[in-house]
C-alpha cells in the first residue's frame, strides 16, 4: 500500500492552482521537491530525504510568496538538483542550482511578463533547458519560449510559438529526445481549448495540432429507436450492473406531442442530467 507522511509544516504550501510543486527522485530513491512556500517564511524552498528524515533549505526569497512560483525539479546524473521558476514580483523567469550546499541563482529571461509554468530539462551535456510560457505583454502575443544554458554559462533563448497560445495556464509539458531535440507540449486557445505540440528538428521549430476525438454519441443518441424524430432518456447510475439508459419518451414521425407515451420514471438521481437527441 501507500506510505503517506507530512513533508511540510510550513502552512499554505503548495498551491495546486499555480502547480507550486516540483519533484524528481534520485537513482537511489530519494525524494528531493521544490515549491514556494505562502506563509513565512516565504520564499522557494527545497525538500529532501536522508537518513529517513525531512530536511528543507531556502533557495530563494524577497520576503512574499510571489519568488518561486510554478517551480520544477530535475535531478543531474550526478543527482545535483535544478530547479527552474517563476518570480513573480520581477516577472521574470530564474534558475537554481545547488552545488557543494550552496545554491547559486541565475535570471534566464527578463523580458517582459515571463516564465510562468516552466519545465526544466537536462542535456547530455549537464546544462539545464527549460521551456515556459511568457504572458502578452509590449505589443508581444502569449507565446511559449525556450531556453537553453551553454557550457560557459549564458543562455539562448528562443521563441518557439506565438499563435493562439493560451495565456492562461499553459499546461506545459517538456522532454529532450535521445538526439538533444526539445519536444513541448502545450495549451492553445480556442473552444474547447486545443493541444498544441511543437519539435525542433534540424535547427527549425515544428508546430502541430493533434487531431481532436469526435464527441461520443449522447445517451438518448444511443437509446433512440429506429425511425424516431427524438428520444429524452435520462443516463444510468455509475456502477449500475445495467448499462441501459432509462427511457422517458420518444417521438415517432406523425406523432402529436400530447400523444406520447411516457414511462414511470424518477426525477433524475443525483447530479445526472437529461439526454436529448433529435
Excluded: C
Excluded at 530513491?29 to 533549505?57: D, Q
Excluded at 456502477?239 to 407515451?261: D, N, R, V
Amino acid at each position: 500500500g501507500w506510505n503517506v507522511e507530512t513533508v511540510s509544516g510550513l502552512g499554505n504550501v503548495p498551491d495546486q492552482a499555480q502547480h507550486d510543486l516540483g519533484f524528481d527522485i534520485s537513482r537511489t530513491g530519494v525524494p528531493h521537491i521544490a515549491t514556494v512556500s505562502r506563509t513565512p517564511p516565504f520564499g522557494l524552498r527545497y525538500f529532501t530525504k536522508t537518513g529517513g528524515v525531512w530536511t528543507t533549505e531556502l533557495v530563494d526569497s524577497n520576503g512574499t510568496d510571489d519568488r518561486g512560483l510554478s517551480p520544477s525539479l530535475i535531478l543531474d546524473s550526478n543527482s545535483v538538483p535544478h530547479i527552474s521558476y517563476f518570480d513573480a514580483t520581477l516577472q521574470d523567469l530564474k534558475y537554481a542550482r545547488r552545488t557543494g550546499g550552496t545554491w547559486s541563482v541565475e535570471t534566464v529571461d527578463a523580458t517582459g511578463n515571463t516564465g510562468n509554468f516552466s519545465e526544466i530539462m537536462i542535456a547530455s551535456n549537464g546544462q539545464p533547458a527549460i521551456a515556459y510560457l511568457e504572458y502578452g505583454s509590449m505589443g508581444v502575443p502569449s507565446r511559449i519560449r525556450f531556453a537553453q544554458r551553454s557550457a560557459g554559462g549564458s543562455w539562448q533563448i528562443e521563441t518557439v510559438d506565438d499563435v493562439a497560445v493560451s495565456s492562461g495556464q499553459a499546461y506545459l509539458g517538456a522532454t529532450l529526445d535521445a538526439d538533444g531535440n526539445p519536444r513541448i507540449t502545450y495549451q492553445a486557445t480556442g473552444t474547447p481549448y486545443k493541444l498544441r505540440y511543437a519539435e525542433k528538428i534540424r535547427g527549425s521549430w515544428r508546430i502541430k495540432i493533434p487531431p481532436v476525438a469526435s464527441e461520443p454519441p449522447s445517451i438518448a443518441t444511443l437509446a433512440k429507436p429506429e425511425g424516431a424524430e427524438w428520444a429524452v432518456a435520462i443516463p444510468p447510475w455509475q456502477g449500475e450492473p445495467s448499462a441501459e439508459p432509462l427511457m422517458l419518451g420518444a417521438a415517432m414521425p406523425g406523432t402529436e406531442h400530447s400523444a406520447i407515451k411516457w414511462a414511470a420514471a424518477p426525477a433524475p438521481p443525483g447530479e445526472h442530467v437529461l439526454s436529448l437527441a433529435v
